[in-house]
């Protein structure tokens, strides 16, 4: 049997392949990495870049809390960005789910992203 549990969860994007939503390891959740699309699976969000960092980080928070977590308790975070221009407006957004102090943080541009996503992200946490 593994060291960890899994974690599932219906109100974000359940993965169609394979991968976990997230692992638990003790007292450290770890997520995969999570992009603006519908918990239901229908697709990256409308509305635009906000709108899918917003859903990105909805999507991490409800995995986070099905594992027993909160957006409170997270240490590291790793955005993917397909045009890192946008990191101005992707912080201001971060910034009103993460207070100080803020965890760490780690941003990268790339190519694309499924779907034709703009950003995405995957985050470790501590367990409450």
Do not use: C
Not at 53 to 80: F, H, P, T, W, Y
Not at 94 to 101: G, K, L, V
């Amino acid at each position: 049997m593994p060291p960890f549990q899994v974690i599932l969860t219906d109100s974000a994007p359940v993965p169609s392949s394979g991968y976990s939503q997230a692992l638990r390891w003790g007292d450290m959740i770890v997520t995969s990495g999570y992009l603006g699309t519908h918990p239901d699976g229908s697709g990256v969000v409308k509305g635009g870049f906000d709108a899918e960092v917003r859903q990105a980080l909805d999507n991490i928070k409800a995995v986070l809390e099905a594992g027993g977590s909160s957006m409170a308790n997270v240490v590291r975070v790793n955005v993917s960005l397909t045009d890192v221009n946008r990191f101005a407006d992707m912080d201001v957004i971060f910034r009103e789910y993460f207070s100080d102090p803020y965890p760490t943080r780690n941003t990268i541009g790339v190519k694309e992203l499924w779907g034709g996503a703009q950003v995405g992200f995957d985050v470790w946490a501590l367990v409450e």
